[in-house]
């Protein structure tokens, strides 16, 4: 299914560095989201767009700064991430807010 | 206080067994309920929608109880292939809130 797809699948980061992982949905959708999923954790929502907008910022750390230059694509922008910060990143699109959502494969990032 | 809580089991049942998933959300105004499934280290992927009327798509039956704020999912003659975690999921027209999971196993 390549509905929605993210890259990079995998990323190993230092601490200092500066990543951006990428989402893109072909599937016509108008609203997008980044969840993050810790081990034994339940799926986090972290951002919210809905028509490119930002609808929803659950008090995400600052070293996480969404991007929607279309309806089409969302980034994630990593900074000076903490090794807490390793997790499943997973994008996400659904028709309009709070309709079926479909994920892409996401992105397991480690940092180190 | 969970928005979506869920037996995390597991649940190991034999082939063919018949399963039942449960799920209760807090938020009264929630709109939208769904059942999700995830293999490990894969995406959540849709399994079913779940309707007030109650809902089957094959060996899968989801139904919904609004007054009692409760989601189940019926597995009907378990195939080794449904061993996952399913999600339990909720609506309130803006996020959607996840459940931790519940893990099944269907053992030979």
């Known amino acids: 299914e390549t509905g929605v797809t993210q890259t990079p699948r995998h990323l190993v980061m230092g601490m200092t560095n500066k990543k951006s992982l990428k989402c893109e949905q072909h599937l016509g959708h108008n609203a997008m989201y980044w969840y993050k999923q810790s081990a034994k954790k339940p799926l986090e929502l972290m951002f919210v767009?809905?028509?490119?907008?930002?609808?929803e910022n659950n008090s995400v750390p600052s070293r996480f700064s969404p991007e929607c230059p279309n309806s089409s694509h969302l980034f994630l922008h990593l900074h000076t991430l903490q090794p807490e910060d390793s997790a499943l990143y997973l994008c996400a699109s659904s028709q309009v807010l709070g309709l079926e959502a479909f994920f892409g494969q996401g992105t397991r990032l480690t940092v180190v | 206080r969970k928005e979506v809580e869920q037996d995390p089991g597991p649940f190991n049942v034999p082939e063919g067994a018949t399963v039942a998933f449960n799920c209760t959300y807090s938020n009264s105004a929630s709109q939208s309920f769904f059942w999700y499934r995830q293999d490990c280290r894969k995406e959540p992927k849709l399994l079913m929608s779940?309707?007030?009327s109650g809902n089957e798509d094959g060996r899968f039956t989801a139904q919904l109880n609004r007054a009692s704020q409760y989601i189940s999912l019926l597995i009907r003659d378990s195939k080794l292939s449904d061993s996952a975690t399913y999600l339990c999921?909720?609506?309130?027209?803006?996020?959607?809130?996840f459940g931790t999971g519940t893990s099944l196993t269907v053992i030979p």
């Open positions: 779940v309707y007030s």
């Open positions: 767009y809905s028509l490119e907008e930002r609808v």
């Open positions: 999921v909720v609506s309130d027209g803006n996020q959607f809130y």
